[in-house]
Nanobody, 121 residues
């Protein structure tokens, strides 16, 4: 099994920045895509950004130009640099990884417990 632990959330004023980190550990054979999702109160969880094992990135439109996803594959880490934060970015942010814990089994998605990001106006 693969465990994901997020860190770096907190309270920030609008226009400020935060950097989220996610560490993967456990039985890891290979990590494929890694990404970030978020869930605001009363809303469904939504995709924020993805980075492939090759380093290609994709972002939801509302965060393009403000958020940057990166990864350190040697350390099994993924990061989300969030700049120019807005109150509507307030949510619990979840780390996601598609990984193989064994070379003989199909990959599956793993999730972290989430970290709260609150942006005040």
């Amino acid at each position: 099994q693969v465990q994901l632990v997020e860190s770096g959330g907190g309270l920030v004023q609008a226009g400020g920045s935060l950097r989220l980190s996610c560490a993967a550990s456990g039985r890891i054979f290979r990590i494929n895509n890694m990404g970030w999702y978020r869930q605001a109160p009363g809303k469904q969880r939504e995709w924020v950004a993805t980075i492939t094992s090759g380093g290609s990135t994709n972002y939801r439109d509302s965060v393009k130009g403000r958020f940057t996803i990166s990864r350190d594959s040697a350390k099994n880490m993924v990061y989300l640099q969030m700049n120019s934060l807005k109150p509507e970015d307030t949510a619990v942010y979840y780390c996601n990884a598609n990984a193989n814990s064994d070379p003989y089994y199909l990959s599956r998605d793993y999730w972290g417990q989430g970290t709260q990001v609150t942006v005040s106006s």
